[in-house]
C-alpha cells in the first residue's frame, strides 16, 4: 500500500519527532490537529466568492473524477469538487462542532459548508436529493450513498443545534434513499439512481445508521423498523461468513463483487452498536465486535519501529476517508462497551500520521492523489479533519469522566 511504503521510506528521520508528538500533553492535541488541519483545507481549496471547492490542490483543469459510473458527463473536467469530496467537509466541521461546541465552527458550517451544499440540491427531480455535481452545470447522477452521508450529517447537526430544518432537510433525504430500495433480492438500497446496476455495502450500511440516528432524533417507529430491517439485509447478502468482513456489492442476477473496504464493514460496526444502544439485544453487540476485531486485524496492519516496536497504521489502500468512516463504527461501539484497545491504537497511529503523512502545507499525502510532486485531494483532508476531531472527542469524554 503506498500509505504504508510512505511511511516506511521516511519513518527513520521522523522517529524523534514522533515520539515527541506522543508524548503525553495534557491538552487536546487532536482537537487541535483537526482545528489546524481545517484551516489548511479552506486556504487551499477554497474558490474567492464561492462556497465551493476545488477538488485537487493545486488545481488541476484537466481533472476528472474516476469513482462515479459510466455517464459520460463524469469524465469531463470539472472545475469545482464533486459531491463526495465536498460532503466530506460537512462530515469534517460537524465533528470538530461537536467534539467542540466552539461557534466558529458553527459558524464554518452555517457561512461555508451549507451554501456551498446548497449548489448541488437538486429541486427539479423528485424526490428531492443531492446531484453529484453543482446544478449550474449540466445534469449529473445522483448516488444513494452520496445522499446518505448528508442525511447523517444534518441529523448529527440536528441534534447538536435543535435545529428543525435540519432534520426535514435529514428526512428529505430519507425519502429520497426509500425510492432507491425494491423487493429484487429480497431488499436493499441501489447505489446509483440513473443506474441500477449494484446494491452496495455502502449504500445500505450506511442508510441503516442514518435510519437509526433519526429514531433516535424523532422516535418514529418507521425508521427503527427500516434500520433494522436494512442492517439484516446487508448481513444476510454481503457478509462473508469466512472472516467476518463485507462484501462491496451485489448485483441484481446474485452475482457478488467480492472486493472489501474497511468503511463497509465499519459502518456494520456502527450499525450494529446503535442496535444495541436501542434494543439492549446482546446479539447485536456481538455483530459489533466480531465485525471491529476483522476489520482491525485486516486494516490496520502492523508497523514496525526502529527500536523493535510497533504500531498499527490507519490505511485502507490508498483512501484515508475509508479509514474516517471506518473510525465512527470503532467510536459508536466504544460509546456503549467502554473497550479502550482500539481507541488507544488509533491515537497512537494519529501521532505518527501527523509527523509523517503531512507537507509543508500542512496538507495529508495519503493516497494517490497525494504522492509525492502531485496533488493533494480534498477528501483526504476533510478525513483528516474527521478522524482527529473523533478520537479527541473521546479523549475528551474521557479526560472529564476521570
Known amino acids: 500500500m503506498k500509505t504504508v511504503r510512505f511511511i516506511v521510506a521516511i519513518l527513520c528521520c521522523a522517529w524523534f ?13 487532536n482537537i487541535e490537529r483537526a482545528g489546524q488541519t481545517l484551516d489548511s483545507l479552506y486556504k487551499y481549496y477554497a474558490v474567492p466568492g464561492s462556497g465551493l471547492l476545488r477538488e485537487n490542490y493545486p488545481f488541476a483543469e484537466d481533472y476528472t473524477a474516476t ?4 455517464d459520460p458527463l463524469s469524465r469531463r473536467p470539472k472545475e469545482f469538487a464533486y459531491l463526495w469530496p465536498f460532503s ?10 461537536a467534539a467542540t461546541g466552539s461557534d466558529r465552527y458553527l459558524n464554518v458550517i452555517e457561512e461555508r459548508v451549507l451554501p456551498g451544499l446548497e449548489e448541488y440540491h437538486d429541486m427539479l427531480r423528485a424526490p428531492h436529493a443531492y446531484s453529484s455535481y453543482i446544478n449550474s452545470a449540466p445534469q449529473s447522477s445522483r448516488y444513494y450513498d452520496d445522499n446518505i452521508w448528508l442525511g447523517i450529517e444534518f441529523t448529527e447537526l440536528y441534534r447538536t443545534t435543535g435545529r428543525h430544518d435540519y432534520l426535514s432537510r435529514a428526512e428529505e433525504i430519507w425519502r429520497f434513499i426509500e425510492s432507491g430500495r425494491d423487493s429484487v433480492l429480497g431488499g436493499g438500497i441501489y447505489w446509483c439512481e440513473e443506474s441500477k446496476e449494484t446494491k452496495n455495502t455502502c449504500s445500505n450500511a450506511p442508510a441503516a445508521v442514518l435510519a437509526l440516528k433519526l429514531y433516535k432524533a424523532t422516535d418514529n417507529p418507521r425508521y427503527f423498523e427500516a434500520g433494522k430491517s436494512i442492517y439484516h439485509w446487508t448481513r444476510n447478502r454481503l457478509k462473508d461468513p469466512s472472516d467476518n468482513l463485507y462484501h462491496d456489492n451485489i448485483s441484481p442476477d446474485g452475482n457478488i463483487d467480492r472486493r472489501k473496504y474497511s468503511y463497509n464493514s465499519g459502518q456494520m460496526i456502527q450499525a450494529a452498536a446503535l442496535l444495541y444502544e436501542i434494543t439492549g439485544e446482546e446479539s447485536y453487540l456481538d455483530d459489533a465486535r466480531t465485525t471491529a476485531r476483522a476489520v482491525y486485524d485486516r486494516f490496520t496492519p502492523e508497523q514496525p519501529l526502529p527500536d523493535g516496536r ?9 483512501n484515508f476517508w475509508f479509514t474516517a468512516v471506518m473510525v465512527r463504527g470503532f467510536c459508536e461501539l466504544y460509546r456503549v462497551d467502554r473497550d479502550r484497545q482500539y481507541i488507544a491504537d488509533f491515537m497512537r497511529s494519529l501521532d505518527y500520521t501527523w ?11 495519503v493516497n494517490s492523489h497525494g504522492e509525492p510532486g502531485s496533488e493533494r485531494w480534498l477528501l483526504d483532508q476533510a478525513a483528516a479533519v474527521e478522524v482527529y476531531a473523533r478520537i479527541g472527542s473521546l479523549d475528551k469524554i474521557d479526560q472529564m469522566n476521570k
Not at 17 to 29: K, L
Not at 88 to 97: P, R, W
Not at 310 to 318: E, H, I, K, T
Open 67 to 70: 469513482y462515479l459510473h459510466s
Open 310 to 318: 510497533s504500531y498499527r497504521v490507519l490505511a485502507d489502500g490508498d
Open 355 to 365: 509527523e509523517l503523512n503531512r507537507d509543508a502545507n500542512g496538507l495529508f499525502a
Open 88 to 97: 466530506g467537509t460537512f462530515s469534517a466541521v460537524n465533528a470538530l462542532y
Open 17 to 29: 519527532a514522533s515520539c515527541a508528538a506522543g508524548s503525553g500533553d495534557n491538552h487536546n492535541r
